[in-house]
């Protein structure tokens, strides 16, 4: 039931953009997209409720289908501050409701060089 | 508009011993989640509790337990430790736990020895 994030790894150079994409076999409840740099704790980004919406602050944005069950979080013009490890969350359904448990994937890695 | 704290922050215990962590959510949230973060395996779901209830726990062996108190602070023990329960151990709060925003703590590393 964890959610799958794919690519495990990515390295860009400054002003370059990249995808992290978060797939569940699941119906879901709510897609969140956290940062976590090294040696800190979790940061949040943003949270997706509905199907097919897309959100967004500064140059980071994030998109839900729901058809797909997958969420994609998009980095634009990346900055050496975007380094860090990207981790989608998801909540299932259950009895019209969320499940209160949010699932982790096991992480982006982004590396932003000068 | 303090954070959420989570002690200690490190600590180092032997095989078969106890631990117990506490983490203090932000005033007025009420959800309180539990995570073990291990190196490659990511953030893996412990439990979480709403106003003092269990709503919801992954899947951990019974050793792992926790509690939520009616102030919303938070505890959870581990019992009979184990080398593999060495892990950073995140602790995050929301308002309702459901929909919303986490604020996570800094953690508790914990080293089995």
Redesign the interface.
Known sequence: Q?PVQSPQAVILREGEDAVINCSSSKAL??V?W?RQKHG?????LM?L?KGGEQKGHDKISASFNEKKQQSSLYLTASQLSYSGTY?C?T?FFYSG???????????TLLTVNP | KAGVTQTPRYLIKTRGQQVTLSCSPISGHRSV?W?QQTP??????LF?Y?SETQ??K?NFPGRFSGRQFSNSRSEMNVSTLELGDSALY?C?SSFA???????????TQLSVL
């Open positions: 964890q409840y709510s969140h956290y800190e704790a979790p940061v949040f949270i409720l981790f969350g909540e409701g969320s499940n209160y448990k949010l699932t982790f994937g096991k992480g | 989640s995570y490659g395996q990511g953030l893996q779901f979480e709403f709503r919801n992954g995140l995050a736990g459901t929909g919303e925003k986490l604020f996570f703590g800094s953690g």
